[in-house]
């Protein structure tokens, strides 16, 4: 099984709601991570999970807060968001965080109002 | 530090014609280099790596690459482009470290009927 799964897979939350993505993998791998993309960009790296624990946040604004609360599953909780953050929210794994390829999940499509 | 730059932000082919994607990248040391593919409301998904283990690579759907290290490029190749083959394409490069992925800015693939 190569497959990252992500739910939901659309979801619109006004400025004071509180949501949560999820994403989940079974493939053993030991790094994962969440990505944010605007419409035609590339990915931007928000976060790095190694072996469960913390590695990277790329200074992202703390109404992004990851979790990971086991090595199969990744979740990002959602705080008092700006309409800015309207984007496709992306899941990756691989196999370690060296040299290896990253699998994605389908993304979270999130829109802010 | 580790960048790639895609020449093009659009390639338009005709359908049987070959598709050509253009990568360079910049590394202080060998690097280890990806092509992804993104279809329209979708992940993103390894088309084929580099690792040194051989400078022309094969992936998936009939795409390869060439690693050239004296034009410091990795070139997308296919033979024959089909309409299915419309998408996203990203050249990316990891980071001395192995933590993060670095992104091209990506080329849309048109194909035409």
């Known amino acids: 099984d190569t497959e990252v799964t992500q739910t939901p897979k659309h979801l619109v939350m006004g400025m004071t709601n509180k949501k949560s993505l999820k994403c989940e993998q079974h493939?053993?791998?030991?790094?994962m991570y969440w990505y944010k993309q605007k419409a035609k960009k590339p990915p931007e790296l928000m976060f790095v999970?190694?072996?469960?624990?913390?590695?990277i946040n790329e200074s992202v604004p703390s109404r992004f807060s990851p979790e990971c609360p086991n090595s199969s599953l990744l979740n990002l909780h959602l705080h008092a968001l700006q309409p800015e953050d309207s984007a496709l929210y992306l899941c990756a794994s691989s196999q370690g965080t060296g040299y290896y390829e990253q699998y994605f999940g389908p993304g979270t499509r999130l829109t802010v109002t | 530090a580790q960048s790639v730059t895609q020449l093009g932000s659009h390639v338009s082919v005709s359908e049987g014609a070959l598709v050509l994607l253009r990568c360079n990248y910049s590394?202080?040391?060998?690097?280890?280099l990806f092509w992804y593919v993104q279809y329209p409301n979708q992940g993103l998904q390894l088309l084929l790596k580099?690792?040194?283990?051989?400078?022309l690579v094969k992936g998936i759907n009939g795409f390869e690459a060439e690693f050239k290290k004296s034009e410091t490029s990795f070139h997308l190749t296919k033979p024959s482009a089909h309409m299915s083959d419309a998408a996203e394409y990203f050249c990316a490069v990891k980071d001395t470290g192995g933590f993060k992925t670095i992104f091209g800015a990506g080329t849309r693939l048109f194909v035409k009927a």
């Open positions: 999970y190694s072996y469960e624990k913390l590695s």
């Open positions: 580099y690792t040194s283990a051989a400078t």
């Open positions: 590394s202080s040391v060998p690097p280890y």
């Open positions: 493939m053993g791998h030991r790094a």
